[in-house]
């Protein structure tokens, strides 16, 4: 099937914007967080729309149209792709928020952003008509561009059920707080978001219980089949998806690097020795092979989406199970790439390094953690309930 014009045209348009993205991609590791001049592009080209609902002037697009955006994003700046993917993925939970939430957030700013700290680390008391939130929330990516925040703390659901619930904060109640200090994707500027009792009306608080089984309230408030999907596999969609970026990235760095390489102690071209042939073939195909993994749970996603219903919740664990598999893959074809690259690429100038690097750490999120994930799968296929401890 042929994409949609308005598909075709937000593709054309990211597309057109990631060359200036990649020679900014050094500046934003020293920068420490997006470049402004990126949100702005990105913001231009409507990427940021592509979750949004169509109330808010958002495009609604399926997953499968908008996922392989940030493949393509990844490609061309890692640390750019893994914060503003989380930026725009936000839209869709944001839209499963009371409509009240959603006008305060988008209501005379649809352009407005909002970024996360999702862990339930916040400390939190009772008030009338909400609570009060309290707490430092780390690991928010792109919160310098952000105007509101998703933070998590351990509360209650709908059923009276202890778990994980999520607040919407304006940024008016947080302080950012600059401790985004690392060795990988340096340039998504996760910092540490401090919070000293704010108010959060009950219109802005939901569980993460709710959000995945279609008990939110505001399930239902937009008509896309979009929005039939669950919380969870929407919120993580960009972490693999990254991942493979920067693999696919690799390997034509490694290519092109290798083609020009001859050997210094004896003047051998890199480009005719079998081993580097033969492992830029495998990390080749074991990049594709990631990346169809997660465009058939994408296709999936939409298919479920389809049929208006909330998907089973095995679907969601299948599909984070292959989203933390991807990104191992993806992390094995780089390693094998950069233990073949020479010394050279291991100077901070040369972008192949950054890649290793940041590779890695995609495989670090709790989401994309591979010990965990295959537990929790492995439980599944063996028909063992499910460990709470293991997320």
């Not at 999907?229 to 970026?245: M, R």
């Not at 690799?250 to 005719?272: H, L």
């Not at 989406?305 to 095995?314: H, N, S």
């Amino acid at each position: 099937m042929l994409p949609s014009p308005a598909v075709s045209e937000f593709k054309a348009r990211l597309r057109a914007v990631l060359a200036p993205i990649a020679e900014r991609a050094r500046s934003a590791e020293e920068l420490r967080q997006v470049p402004t001049e990126n949100i702005q592009l990105l913001r231009n080209a409507t990427f940021f729309r592509a979750l949004q609902p169509a109330a808010y002037g958002g495009l609604e697009l399926t997953v499968s149209d908008y996922a392989d955006s940030i493949v393509e994003l990844a490609s061309a700046c890692a640390s750019t792709a893994w914060a503003c993917a989380l930026l725009a993925n936000h839209a869709h939970g944001v839209a499963l928020f009371s409509r009240e939430a959603q006008e305060e957030v988008w209501g005379e700013d649809p352009d407005m952003l909002v970024s996360s700290s999702v862990a339930p680390l916040g400390k939190w008391e009772a008030a009338e008509g909400g609570i009060r939130l309290s707490g430092r929330f780390s690991w928010s990516s792109g919160c310098d561009h952000a105007g509101w925040a998703v933070l998590g703390y351990m509360g209650k659901n709908s059923l009276g059920q202890p778990g994980p619930c999520f607040a919407l904060v304006p940024r008016r109640d947080f302080e950012i707080f600059d401790d985004w200090d690392t060795a990988a994707l340096r340039g998504t500027g996760s910092k540490t978001l401090v919070v000293d009792g704010a108010f959060v009306p009950d219109h802005r608080s939901e569980s993460l219980f709710a959000l995945n089984f279609g008990l939110s309230r505001g399930f239902r408030s937009n008509p896309a089949k979009l929005f039939y999907l669950p919380f969870s596999p929407i919120f993580s969609l960009g972490f693999a998806a990254v991942a493979v970026g920067i693999a696919r990235r690799a390997c034509d760095v490694f290519a092109a690097k290798t083609a020009e390489r001859v050997r210094a102690y004896t003047g051998a071209k890199a480009a005719e020795s079998i081993p580097a042939q033969v492992r830029l073939a495998e990390s080749t195909n074991q990049t594709t092979c990631a990346l169809e993994l997660l465009r058939l749970d994408w296709r999936e996603m939409d298919a479920r989406a389809a049929e208006e219903k909330v998907p089973p919740a095995e679907d969601v664990l299948r599909w984070r199970t292959h989203q933390a598999y991807a990104a191992k893959l993806a992390i094995e074809a780089v390693d094998r790439l950069m233990a073949a690259a020479g010394g050279s690429a291991w100077f901070h100038k040369h972008e192949l390094q950054r890649l290793f690097r940041d590779v890695h750490i995609t495989g670090a999120h709790a989401q994309t953690d591979w010990d965990i994930a295959a537990q929790t799968f492995g439980r599944h296929l063996l028909g063992l309930p499910a460990d709470a401890k293991l997320y």
